[in-house]
Each structure stands twice: as C-alpha cells, then as structure tokens.
C-alpha cells in the first residue's frame, strides 16, 4: 500500500504544476479506444491442513479484449492530465498441477478508473505528432459475474465456501502517440503496464480449518495493455 499512496502523492505533484501552467477549454480531449489485455500467472501451493499431500496450482487471468474512455482536462507544452475507466469481460481460472489436473474457469469483469498524468517530451500543443510518456493511479475491480459466482460455489464446480470481487489499488506507466488529423478528430495509440496486487476473491491466504477454501496468491499482478483509438477534440 506505501507504494500506491506514494504514487498518488507523485501524481498530484505533476499535476499541481501542470495546472500552473494554465487550464483552458481548449485542452479537452475524449478518447475512445479498444486495447489487447495480457496478464501475469500466479502460482500458488495447498499445503496442510487443507491437503496432507501439497498441491500445485495456478490463477490466470484471460487475455480479453478492452473498452476505454479517457477524458484529457489539461494539456500543455510539456504535461497534461486525464481521467479514465475502462471494462474488460474475461475469466479467471485455477488451473491444478498436481494429479489429478484439473482446471476451473469463471467468468468476470475487470472495471479499472484513476487518473493518469502525461509528459510530452518534446513539441508543443499544436503540433500534429505527440508522442508522451504517463503514469497513472486509480485502482482495479475483479468482479466476478452472478453466473460465475455460481460456478465458484456451487458443490458440482467449484465448491468454494465463498467467492466474491476484490478491489485493489493500481499503479501504471506506458508510452504512447497522438497523431490530430483535423481540429476535430485524431488517433492515438497506447502501451501501459498496470500493476495490483494479485487478487484473491475473499478467499484467506490460509486458514486452520482443514474445509476451508483458500488462495495462497502473493506479490503484484501485472496487465500488460497495447490500445488504439479515436481522439474527439471537444474544445477547439
């Protein structure tokens, strides 16, 4: 958690001078993209009491398509800043490496929003090329779907004793391009890492209760995400 609050505190400074620089109407950008979401496996080991024999498992989250809005309130020569939200449906599954393999899917939604701070590193507002550097803060929402809390709990598939959404803090940092084809419209083109901590869905770490379920997940998930889309310049 330092590392998130730290994150916000450097956000806000960049913010506080970008905005120094001046705010107009002018700087208002909504961005409409589609992006590719990859994301980090997690390993994981069920040891006793929940299993005298150790087992081996592992959480991965699907590669799925992305839907993202971005609304750009300030633009300088140098900075600009934006709000953001974005939706993925994907699943999650547990895959068992130890006999019998066996592999558990369930679908849910990824919900991200924050705000994100842009460096251009060179040019000015009014040129057609901006390529840009950002970071960004906000936080992730693993939601499972009610179909597949269903799955999760259910005695035929998952038999888990609960399974719900987790909230994390995120942190990101990407590269990109701007590219104005007229006062009104333009493209841009997006390649962020997001970082959270790995989700556990409400299930312990671990637990004394040999019946109970637990998720031994530990350490940041990372979701690497390229996206493209349509810029509409809402104040010139």
């Known amino acids: ?33 589609l992006g590719e979401s990859q994301y980090s496996s997690k390993s ?27 609304l ?9 800043t934006e709000g953001f939200y974005s939706l993925e449906s ?12 066996t592999s558990l899917s369930i679908p849910m939604q990824i919900h991200a929003f924050g705000v994100n701070v842009l460096y ?8 057609a090329w901006r390529p840009f550097v950002s970071i960004g803060g906000g936080a992730m929402i693993y939601r499972p779907t009610g179909r597949g809390q269903s799955i999760a709990t259910s005695p035929l598939y998952g038999n888990l004793t ?3 959404e987790s909230s994390r803090g995120s942190g990101s940092a990407g590269v990109g391009l701007k590219r104005s084809f007229s006062r009104s419209f333009g493209v841009r083109f997006d390649v962020e890492d997001t970082f959270t901590k790995a989700p556990n869905f409400g299930l312990p770490s671990t637990s004394t209760v040999p019946n109970a379920s637990v ?13 493209v889309g349509v810029i509409v310049y809402l104040g010139r």
């Open 90 to 101: 994907t699943d999650v599954t547990f895959n068992r490496k130890t006999a019998p393999v």
């Open 1 to 33: 958690m330092k590392w998130f609050v730290g994150l916000l505190a450097l956000i806000f400074v960049y913010s506080e001078s970008a905005w120094a620089q001046g705010f107009s109407v002018k700087s208002l950008e909504l961005n409409i993209a």
């Open 120 to 127: 251009y590193p060179i040019g000015k507002t009014e040129d």
């Open 215 to 227: 998720l031994p997940v530990h350490g940041l998930s990372s979701n690497l995400q390229a996206s």
């Open 162 to 164: 609960s399974f719900f």
């Open 44 to 70: 994981f080991q069920i040891g006793s009491p929940q299993s005298s024999t150790p087992i081996n498992g592992e959480m991965k989250i699907s590669a799925r398509r992305r839907e993202i809005g971005r």
């Open 72 to 80: 750009n309130i300030l633009t300088t020569n140098r900075f600009g």
